[in-house]
Structures are given as structure tokens and as C-alpha cells.
């Protein structure tokens, strides 16, 4: 059995720790405090030993450096985190990892960096997706093109619909203000940010969100639907999909 402990740090951040009851292996899903993830595995009785990185940025990766120096974790990550830690085992798509008897899929997700990949568990029903995808949102094209990350987005489109995807930030609110702006027309859209509210109100996270959903009602997944094109011009999904980044970038 899986198990997966979701916390808040630094300002906006999730940090996950996933942990395998049978093996008792733990992995740290990014690493943005290192102080915070060795205080919740120790409230859990569980010892980090694997790191599974998304991508560099030092609110993902940061933490490497420490948590290796007080647990030993090896650390998984695609090439890029070479900027800020040494890295035990370099992985890329098609690659696969291994928590216990469970196996992680790695997705080519890039265009937030080049290098971003995700861990997709199939038999768990599970994707860590970092900053490719949000609820309601995806991750600012700080380094990528807008082809290579709509061709990330259909990857993750491509994930069973019942797939948890468990994003790196609490950004679902102002997420969905542009969201609202970008498809207004979108019903399960208006029923959604209004739960969104609700759970904020009451100081509960948002993530992890079902792809299903997502697939319905957040805009950058839907690209190639055709009242998005109409709203956001574009002679493909690619033109809109980056119609729609440049808008979320500016709004």
C-alpha cells in the first residue's frame, strides 16, 4: 500500500512524501524545505530515502543537498537538477523508477523547464506533476516553447481520467479567475471555482485535483476545443494554447 503525506511550505508549496507500507521506502517528491520534509517524516516514523525531483528550480530541488546529507536518500531527477546537487540516477520519458514493488512512469512534461518530467503510478491512480500542471492551470513557459508544452499537456491528457494529479502549489484560486476569464461559458467551470472558494474559506488545499475534471474545465488542457479557439484565435492548438499563456502571464 501507498501511503501519501501532503503538507504546506514555504509560502504557496506542497511538499509529498510517499511512502510504501510494505518496503518501508520513502520518497520525497521535490525537495523546496529541506528542515520541513525531515520534521514530517519524523512525525511519521518514516525515513526519507529516495529523492524523485520534477525539475531544477531551487523551490523543487533546493532541499536535495541536505536532506541527502541527513538521510543517504538517492536522488532521481532528470538531468537539469545537475545545477544545484549531484544526482544518484539520471531519468528522462520512458524511463521507470521503483518505490518498493511499485513502479513510477516518467513523463516528459517540459516547457515550464526543458527538462521537467513527471512520475506517473499507475497502479496507485497517482501523477506528480511539479509545476507542468495545475488545478485550473499549468506552469509559466519560462524555458520551453509553446509546442513542446502542448505536447507535454496531451501526455498527461492521455493519463487515465480517474489519475490524481498532484501539483506542487496552491495556486487554484487565482487559477481560476482566469480560468473563468478564458472559457466563461463553462458551466462544471463556474461550479468548480466556486468549490475552490469554499475549500479556501475553510483553509483546505485544493490539490491533488482528478484529471477528469481538469480535462473539463481547465483551459490550457483544452486547447484544441473549438470555443477556445474561437475566444483566443489560433490556427491550431498550439497558436491558442500560447494565446492563452501570454494572457495567463499578463493578467
Not at 121 to 141: K, N, T
Request: glycine residues 6%; hydrophobic residues 40%.
Amino acid at each position: 500500500m501507498l501511503e501519501v503525506h501532503q503538507f504546506p511550505c514555504l509560502s504557496d508549496n506542497y511538499g509529498y512524501l510517499l511512502h510504501d507500507t510494505e518496503s518501508c521506502q520513502t520518497a520525497a517528491i521535490d525537495t523546496p524545505d529541506a528542515s520541513e520534509y525531515l520534521k514530517q517524516a519524523a512525525m511519521k516514523g518514516w525515513e526519507i530515502t529516495h529523492i524523485w525531483n520534477t525539475h531544477w528550480h531551487p523551490d523543487h530541488a533546493g532541499g536535495n543537498k541536505d536532506i541527502v546529507a541527513a538521510t543517504g536518500a538517492v536522488v532521481v531527477a532528470p538531468k537539469e537538477v545537475e545545477k544545484l546537487s549531484a544526482i544518484d540516477r539520471v531519468v528522462a520519458h520512458g524511463d521507470v523508477v521503483m518505490l518498493g514493488e511499485y513502479e513510477a512512469h516518467v513523463i516528459d512534461v517540459s516547457g515550464h523547464t526543458d527538462g521537467h518530467i513527471a512520475y506517473h503510478l499507475p497502479e496507485a491512480d497517482m501523477a506528480f506533476v511539479g509545476d507542468s500542471i495545475f488545478a485550473l492551470g499549468c506552469g509559466r513557459m519560462f524555458e520551453g516553447e509553446p509546442e513542446q508544452f502542448w505536447n507535454s499537456l496531451l501526455r498527461i491528457r492521455a493519463l487515465p481520467p480517474y489519475t490524481m494529479l498532484y501539483c506542487a502549489h496552491e495556486y487554484t484560486q487565482a487559477n481560476a479567475r482566469f480560468a473563468l476569464h478564458a472559457d466563461p461559458d463553462n458551466t462544471e467551470l463556474k461550479l468548480y471555482a466556486g468549490q475552490i472558494d469554499q475549500q479556501r474559506e475553510k483553509g483546505l488545499p485544493t490539490v491533488p485535483t482528478v484529471l477528469d475534471r481538469e480535462m473539463a474545465t481547465n483551459p490550457f488542457l483544452r486547447a484544441d476545443d473549438p470555443a477556445l479557439r474561437d475566444r483566443w484565435g489560433g490556427s491550431s492548438p498550439v497558436e491558442t494554447f500560447a494565446a492563452l499563456r501570454a494572457a495567463k502571464d499578463h493578467f
